[in-house]
T-cell receptor, first 115, second 114 residues
Framework: AQSVTQLDSHVSVSEGTPVLLRCNYS??????LFWYVQHPNKGLQLLLK??????LVKGINGFEAEFKKSETSFHLTKPSAHMSDAAEYFC?????????????FGTGTRLLVSP | DGGITQSPKYLFRKEGQNVTLSCEQN?????MYWYRQDPGQGLRLIYY???????QKGDIAEGYSVSREKKESFPLTVTSAQKNPTAFYLC?????????????FGQGTRLTVV
């Protein structure tokens, strides 16, 4: 079975500084990987997805992530944090063991942005 | 606008009662999912359905039931057998494509046992 580990439960940054949210995955084959964002009491919105094409994936709102097979990582970055980026972020891997794509979620990282 | 609608947004249940959470989508997606979210645990899959009139148990199906009589609708019933139902419930849908498929989420229903 596939799994993801989000290494930090909380990350605090100041507005205008870089953001790094870390994610490591476990997969027995080439995975599909996603980052979703959730604002309080809301549903999840897709930020970006890795589909085995380019290893550097650009998403919405200035976020990007780099797929590194040798490190089994898919870290999410943004050059400059904005107050509106404060939310919970989920790294997700697809599990195809059953012949059906089932999304497996990490435990989430809460991003706090201070003025 | 295409999307997924969950209702109600907030739901209160008394001990021993069954309650049903609604999920409707107009994205023409074959696959639909129910997830439960608890603080610090991410999202856990309750049930999923690949096509009308078919559904499968996820990782934490005990105490829950679903139906899929229409492509657009995938209601979740939280039964009295679910011992700890207080949580945030999210419905999602996607195409049936095996790889690289993103899921679209509703806004969630927060269920509280009183």
């Amino acid at each position: 079975a596939q799994s993801v580990t989000q290494l930090d439960s909380h990350v605090s940054v100041s507005e205008g500084t870089p953001v790094l949210l870390r994610c490591n995955y476990s997969s027995s084959y080439s995975p599909s990987l996603f980052w979703y964002v959730q604002h309080p009491n809301k549903g999840l919105q897709l930020l970006l997805k890795y589909t085995s094409a380019a290893t550097l994936v650009k998403g919405i709102n200035g976020f990007e992530a780099e797929f590194k097979k040798s490190e089994t990582s898919f870290h999410l970055t943004k050059p400059s944090a904005h107050m509106s980026d404060a939310a919970e972020y989920f790294c997700v891997v697809s599990d195809r063991d059953t012949g059906f794509q089932k999304l497996v979620f990490g435990t989430g990282t809460r991003l706090l942005v201070s003025p | 606008d295409g999307g997924i609608t969950q209702s109600p947004k907030y739901l209160f249940r008394k001990e021993g009662q069954n309650v049903t959470l609604s999920c409707e989508q107009n994205l023409n997606h074959d696959a639909m999912y129910w997830y439960r979210q608890d603080p610090g645990q991410g999202l856990r899959l309750i049930y999923y359905s690949q096509i009308v009139n078919d559904f499968q148990k996820g990782d934490i199906a005990e105490g829950y039931s679903v139906s899929r009589e229409k492509k657009e609708s995938f209601p979740l019933t939280v039964t009295s057998a679910q011992k700890n139902p207080t949580a945030f419930y999210l419905c999602a849908s996607s195409t049936r494509q095996v790889t690289n498929t993103e899921a679209f989420f509703g806004q969630g229903t927060r269920l509280t046992v009183v």
